[in-house]
């Protein structure tokens, strides 16, 4: 099998099905967050409460990431999904509950709006496993040799998902409303879940099976902090997310600022996934390993220049545009800091490496989502939108001055060795 095949990791039947595992598992969990916010800001009108689902579900994926890193080195990989996905599905049963008519009918809107942030809150915890699960069992279904192709189908695979889950969301809320959508969402948790047990268990590779807690902890954060690659690529995404993510306060702009109602919020909601999702697939055949710090410097300088775009615009077309070209240059962040996670990673300690990048990456989403809301509130949505652009400009900016040697980054030579 030729290492330059763009199809090399897709001529393994587990690899196969485990990409329909977590294009479902996407696709019902960025389905659900649409329709919750949604949900929310039609019953509050207060952007700070969208601020509040992202704190809700950070929270707990934040204090528990290290420790479920930990879990999951030691812990066989597909069973423990099985128990991740089956959490999912209580939780989307719970909110399919929650948005019955008659439950809305009967309890206070701020009763319903608690249950929602319990169950997000719950989803905080399920996800903190769910990341370091997937990134883990990755590695044992395909050769190391092709671990880049294999994160790059990964990672495509998500976005589409992202693509799809967002835009029928919309529309879903439109046409069914938001009970039979959280239905909709249900049923592709248990698709996944039936899909996943023709994946065969696979070994634990972590030879310190028992090892202590806090040990364990302390190990991958000293790999962390100690590779630089890894560190810097982490601490450049987070930055950018945590302030240059607009996605949170798209429910305002849709309903108050660009009148679009909830088809153009879906369509506003997958932009970004569909250039993220196009720049990915152009990467199976263009690998983007090669000179890899200085594309990541400018993808995420390209993002905080779209953000500010999307922020100032009036026009729905000009919002989609802006908002697709910011998730095309996100495609290069993340197809790049996947492949630096995935190379430089050792197999015993993929479960801790993956939960920092949640903590790092991940969370930071949620952080940002609240950031979002809360600067809305205080400097009004626009405001906020475009300084959290600057701020990311400001941040590539810093880095590319006090950091040379990420600025040099090549991963050439990583790629070459596990082609040997």
Not at 33 to 54: A, C, H, N
Not at 190 to 218: D, Y
Not at 397 to 411: C, H, Q
Request: contains cysteine; hydrophobic residues 55%; positive net charge.
């Amino acid at each position: 099998m030729s290492v330059n095949d763009p199809y090399a990791a897709l001529k393994f039947k587990e690899f196969n099905i485990f990409l329909l595992v977590r294009f479902a598992m996407v696709f019902a969990w960025s389905m659900q967050f649409i329709v919750i916010e949604w949900q929310v800001y039609s019953m509050t009108k207060d952007p700070l409460s969208l601020g509040i689902i992202g704190l809700m579900e950070v929270i707990p994926a934040v204090s528990m990431a290290l420790f479920a890193g930990h879990i999951v080195d030691q812990k066989e990989k597909r069973n423990l999904l099985v128990k991740c996905i089956l959490g999912f599905s209580v939780i989307s049963f719970g909110l399919f509950m929650l948005s019955l008519p008659s439950v809305l009918e009967t309890y206070k809107t701020k009763t319903i709006l608690y249950g929602i942030y319990a169950l997000v809150f719950c989803g905080g915890l399920v996800r903190a496993f769910l990341g370091p699960t997937i990134f883990s069992l990755i590695a044992l279904i395909v050769p190391k040799k092709i671990y880049p192709n294999a994160a790059t189908w990964s990672s495509t695979t998500w976005q589409m998902a992202s693509v799809l889950g967002p835009a029928l969301a919309g529309f879903s809320i439109s046409l069914i409303g938001v009970h039979w959508s959280m239905c909709v969402i249900f049923g592709f948790s248990l698709l996944a879940l039936t899909a996943l047990f023709n994946i065969s268990k696979k070994p634990i590779l972590n030879p310190k099976i028992g090892e202590p807690v806090f040990q364990s902890l302390r190990e991958g954060l000293t790999f962390v902090f100690k590779t630089r690659a890894v560190l810097g690529a982490l601490t450049l995404d987070m930055i950018a997310v945590l302030f240059g993510g607009a996605v949170a306060l798209l429910p305002i702009f849709a309903q108050d600022i660009l009148h679009v109602g909830s088809e153009g919020f879906g369509v506003l909601r997958a932009a970004p996934a569909v250039g993220a999702a196009l720049t990915m697939l152009g990467s199976t055949r263009f690998p983007l390993h090669k000179n890899a710090g200085k594309k990541l410097l400018i993808a995420v300088f390209g993002f905080g220049v779209c953000m500010i775009v999307f922020g100032l615009s009036t026009y729905f077309w000009l919002s989609v545009i802006a908002l697709f070209l910011s998730g095309a240059v996100d495609g290069v962040s993340m197809i790049i800091r996947q492949t630096i996670l995935q190379l430089k990673t050792p197999d015993n300690m993929r479960g801790r490496v993956a939960s920092v990048n949640s903590m790092f990456v991940g969370s930071s989403n949620e952080l940002g989502a609240f950031e979002s809301g809360l600067t809305a509130k205080l400097m009004g949505t626009v405001t906020a939108v475009v300084f959290g652009g600057t701020m990311t400009l400001l941040t590539v900016g810093l880095t590319a001055i006090v950091s040379p040697k990420f600025r040099k980054l090549d991963l050439q030579k990583d790629v070459e060795d596990h082609e040997r």
